[in-house]
């Protein structure tokens, strides 16, 4: 391989390198926004939602595009749940490695409730 060969073939895979890190599940922007149901939350503007029943890392993966960072995660032994807190003041709980409810700092909840 010549020597101008081998230098442009550095520069494309150093592209592809930057490229890859690249990830369209980092968060760029303010969060989307959700709507409130009886068996999950519902992304504002779209017909998809994050229901009940979904993987916990799934789920916070979403959840985090739609109410904003994940700001504590705690295990709550009086109803036995793992709580996940986002910045926006959405309660998500989890039990089993699976999304079983949300509550949020205004008293609204559906499935899995726990006192925060």
Known sequence: MSRSNLRNT????????????????IQTGPPIGYRLMADGLGVVGSD????FGRSEVGAITALEKLAGT????????NCD??????????????????????????????GL???V
């Open 10 to 25: 550095i520069i494309v895979l150093s592209g592809l390198l930057v490229v890859g890190c690249a990830s369209s599940d």
């Open 48 to 51: 998809k939602e994050v229901s």
């Open 70 to 77: 994940a700001i504590s995660i705690e295990v709550n032994g």
């Open 81 to 110: 749940a793992k709580q996940v807190r986002f910045s926006d003041g959405l309660v998500a709980n989890f039990r089993g490695n699976s999304f079983e409810g949300w509550q949020t700092s205004d008293g609204q909840n559906a």
């Open 113 to 115: 409730s726990c006192p």
